[in-house]
């Protein structure tokens, strides 16, 4: 069966695209195409515009991300390490692209999602599912893309925020230039002592977490030149520091433990849209570095990886229901940690294509890639289609085969590393059926989609008989499985102007090992660790003229932790907004209240969460419109 799609996919490749954008160009306004690796035929895309005022309070993409209900985010607390889970997989299976191009660690395979500040985006999409084909290694169970546009205007916005457990936060953004240069210039600075009162136990003393402070500073520069109206070389750079203090486990009276993070990532990107093409050149540059130390252990160690990429891709239309896109992507990664025993080198190389093609309301994209590295890598296949069953009821769909190489961690640690592993690869398969009503006083949307997804060569760590290491394997293969709801509405009250509505995001996923491992202790059938069954959120909103009220429940089940299960836990959150002017000036003001009811509860075992706090500041916009 799988041998016949992947002939399929070659007798298909004969592309077709719909989904219009519009990019303003400042001397015109050019109405394309989106390129094909962003088209969201056969699943769904849902994306967060970060310039809207009620994005004001949420600080990093770890918080929107927990907070929409869509994934599962592993938190170690306020500022600490967070992690995803989509769909039942593990960390590893989340790509994050900033701008089209990879952000994870080549040595963990992995990023944390506590070091992406929102302040720096302007907007962020969530893809849940494989797309392998389209991206490379990591996309297994779901994709995050973050994205940066130079705004039309000129001027200045000024956001300064206040919060519980001395959190301040300062943001400014310098937006200038004409029809043919353009800049952006964002930075951040904000810093928290998270010295709140916890219960280590029930019934002990409550105590005040200490060696938590967390300090960042961030730039990210965007400059545009417009050659006409349809080339533009976009240029961005984003520096950014991070120094964290590591609280202790509740199992622990003191911490002195430290993390130190920065990156300088340059990327710079070359576009040109012509009636039938789009090509995109992209080179980027993106050298990363990491301090641990504690003390305690007398540990002190300092890691580091910088990666070259350059990434082309061209997308064709051929008539006016068939589009081709084919493309290649290189990197090269050097790596240095005390655990090897040199530094390390990675090369990889890829060619993808795909094509999208319409046959009357039937709307196709096949899509495959081969990838080169110093492991075999699998030859990556998808299908995804989209139809329209009755006017306000659409079937979509996706298989696609998915994979992951292994990190350099896994393959060159000291002692342990196998530089024989094989990617981890399998197959996915989704269906879902989206209702709509577009009726003008109450439009509703609702979607649900069932998964289904067998990865086999999964990589765990593992120690051999008669060894005092561990040491990883293509041990076991995971079986992951659910079902995704998604409902949005809202209600305009006549004659007012006011709404009201609400989005509710669930999931209900198991995911099992299916082959038994003696050390760490797992037995076939047992749900993977930290990957609860359900999670799901809901925000209800109240939308008047100047002021904007709502409220945000979110809902995980119990799960397995390493030593002990993590108890279900419920949040609620408060948000307050609203609008006035001063000076001609548009002022956004807003309030948050996390955790409202005080809830005790741990995400990470063993690691102290906060309780009731607030977050409150403002947001003046001193821009003009370009003229």
Known sequence: MRIGFVVGCFMLFQPVFAQVDTILNFDSIVVLEKPLRQSEVGSKTIIYGLKESGYLPVGDVA??????????????????????????????????????????????????????????????????????????????????????????????????????????????????????????????????????????????????????????????????????NNRNLDIHLWLQQTDRQIPPLLTQSVSKASQEDWSTRIQMIYKVVKSKSIDQLRFAYFDEKNNYLDPQQDLFSPNSFSTFFIDYSKDLRLASWIKIS?????????????AYLNRVFDRQHAIFASTFFQVGKLELITSMRQQWAQQLVPFVPSLAFQYPIFKNLKAKGKISRDFRLPTLNDRYWIPGGNVNLAPENGWSEELGFQFENDNVTLPWEFELTGFNRRIDNWIIWTRAKNESFFSPGNITRVWSRGLETNL??????????????????????????????????????DQLLYTP??????????????????????????????????ASYQLAGLDLSGKFGVFDRGVDWYFRLDNLFNKQYQIIENRAMPGRNFTGGVRIDFSKKNK
């Open 63 to 228: 918080q929107l991300a927990a907070e929409s209900g869509l994934l599962f985010v592993k938190s170690y607390g306020l500022g600490g390490l967070a992690t995803s889970s989509f769909r039942g997989g593990n960390a590893s299976h989340t790509l994050v692209l900033w701008n089209g191009l990879p952000l994870a660690s080549p040595t963990l395979g992995q990023l944390d999602f506590a070091l992406l500040p929102l302040s720096l985006l302007e907007d962020l999409a969530i893809h849940p599912g494989g797309s392998s084909a389209l991206w490379g290694s990591g996309a297994v169970s779901g994709t995050i893309t973050l994205n940066n546009e130079l705004n039309p205007t000129n001027g200045v916005v000024i956001k300064s925020e206040i919060g519980s457990f001395a959190h301040q936060s300062q943001n400014i953004r310098i937006n200038f230039g004409n029809h043919k240069l353009r800049s952006t210039t964002r930075i951040l600075y904000q810093s928290a002592r998270n010295d709140f009162s916890y219960q280590p136990f029930k019934g002990s003393n409550w105590q005040l977490q200490e060696n938590a402070k967390v300090n960042q500073k961030a730039l990210l520069q965007s400059f545009q030149y417009s050659f006409n």
């Open 326 to 338: 084919i493309g290649t992507t290189h990197s090269l990664t050097s790596a240095r940690t005390p």
């Open 488 to 525: 949005v509405f809202s209600y305009k009250l006549p004659e007012t102007g006011y709404t009201v509505g609400t989005r509710i995001n669930a999931s209900w996923q198991k995911s099992t090992n299916e082959i038994a491992v003696q050390q760490p202790l797992i037995q076939a059938g």
């Open 533 to 566: 069954g359900h999670h799901g959120a809901i925000r209800i909103f109240l939308n008047l003229k100047r002021w904007n009220f709502a409220y945000t429940h979110l809902l995980v089940g119990g799960y397995k932790g390493i030593n002990a299960d993590i």
